[in-house]
């Protein structure tokens, strides 16, 4: 760390006299929980493997929310991210309400893609009807686009699009909007989230006083999210010191070559070690929540800071771009030190908030229209949350579930209009 981050650490990340109820904020949110709308578990008759749908909230008869597949998954687990979906829209003002859908299997598994159809061919009621998906942990949009073309839906979007008046001119706009590659090649819809995340942290430091050039960021993931984050990050000259991916944590105080560390990525999105300059160095995968950093981004797996780890994390502000990336008890935990965590209802909305601006026509096929629109709508909110935090201790995540709480109420009996 350099002499101005050791600064800034002793001024920011210090014990401090938090608002009275800011230490239990997260337990109070994981307890106040309402109930989901529609909860459905299935059962693969081939495999045995379980999959389950969760409609946290319906807003006009929608819901969206991304599938994941990975070995052990539950239903908790994505009613805890259907609940986060719910906030995510609501925090960004989207007329759709949050779900999520989970596969419990390997997706390595060369069975996978035939596990998923099937499971989205139990769900094919909803699908038609009530439930908009994406890509999410273990799945890509392009197995989605696969198994539903093979189902007759011709897109994951089919509920939203069929409610368009003209569904062939809506259609074929998506298709256009998700073709959309940025400089480098890359799909705008493949790096949009990561860039979102990007500008959260570039917000966080912003509104804590902190120059990019000397703000250092810790990313655990090197995946679609994980990536993109680093990437964009770097591309603003912050110094992007620690990337983890399963097999590791690759180190370097003045900064990684992001770019390219990100080009020696296999298909698992595990970077070749072969490859790697000798001035990196490895640590453990778990070493990148201890890594001294300013920022640290877990955009891996949920609940990664957990009551185990939280011990761990050095950061000054912690950027949640995994969802559910911290567990009520680390948060509280992070809240009690100082530490401010930027929810992932919010940090990592921009893919969410973004197939919606496609949906209903606000964003096209220039990158750059999508990106200002983002960064203009991530950099006034995160602000928000921080000027908050030094005022008042109030936690981001408490300040952003009012704002998603008042958009709710504002989107109640809302009609959804999908030009």
Not at 70 to 79: D, F, K, M, P, Y
Not at 138 to 148: H, T
Not at 308 to 337: F, K
Not at 367 to 379: H, Q, V
Request: hydrophobic residues 45%.
């Amino acid at each position: 760390m350099t002499a101005m981050s050791s600064s800034r650490r002793d001024e920011h990340a210090s014990p401090v006299r938090p608002d009275p109820t800011a230490a239990a904020t997260a337990h109070e949110m994981a307890a106040t929980a309402s109930e989901p709308e529609h909860q459905l578990v299935w059962t693969d008759p081939v495999t045995g493997a379980r999959g389950f749908l969760v409609i946290d909230t319906l807003v006009g008869g929608l819901a969206t929310g991304g599938t994941r597949m990975r070995a052990g998954c539950t239903l908790s687990e994505v009613a805890d991210l259907a609940r986060g979906m719910a906030t995510k829209t609501a925090a960004f003002g989207l007329p759709v309400g949050g779900a999520k859908g989970g596969v419990d299997f390997d997706p390595r598994d060369p069975r996978a893609t035939e596990v998923l159809e099937r499971f989205f061919g139990a769900m094919r009621p909803w699908l038609d009807h009530h439930w908009v998906t994406a890509e999410d942990l273990g799945v890509s949009q392009s197995a989605l686009d696969e198994v539903f073309a093979r189902l007759g839906l011709e897109q994951s979007f089919h509920a939203a699009i069929r409610r368009s008046p003209n569904p062939t001119a809506t259609l074929r706009r998506v298709h256009a909007g998700l073709a959309t590659r940025v400089p480098g090649g890359q799909l705008l819809g493949d790096v949009i989230g990561g860039y979102g995340v990007a500008r959260a942290c570039l917000a966080a430091a912003h509104a804590l006083g902190w120059e990019p050039a000397a703000t250092s960021v810790a990313v655990q993931g090197v995946g679609t999210m994980g990536g993109a984050t680093a990437w964009y990050l770097h591309e603003a000259g912050v110094r992007v010191v620690a990337l983890a991916d399963v097999a590791g944590t690759l180190y370097r105080s003045g900064g990684l070559d992001v770019p390219a560390l990100l080009a020696l990525r296999d298909r698992y999105g595990e970077i070749d070690r072969t490859r790697v300059p000798d001035d990196v160095e490895r640590r453990p995968r778990e070493a990148v929540l201890s890594t001294e950093a300013d920022i640290l981004v877990p955009a891996a797996v949920s609940y990664a800071v957990d009551a185990d780890t939280v011990g761990d994390v050095t950061a000054l502000v912690v950027v949640e771009a995994a969802n559910s990336a911290t567990t009520p008890e680390a948060e509280a935990v992070l809240t009690a030190r100082g530490v401010p965590v930027v929810p992932d209802f919010v940090a990592n909305a921009g893919a969410a908030a973004w197939a919606w601006w496609l949906l209903q026509g606000h964003v096209g096929t220039e990158p750059e229209d999508s990106f200002r629109r983002l960064r203009t709508e991530m950099e006034t909110k995160v602000a928000a949350l921080l000027v908050e935090w030094r005022t008042t201790r109030v936690p981001p995540r408490r300040t952003a579930r009012l704002l998603a709480e008042r958009n709710l109420r504002a989107l109640a009996g809302a009609e959804i209009v999908i030009p």
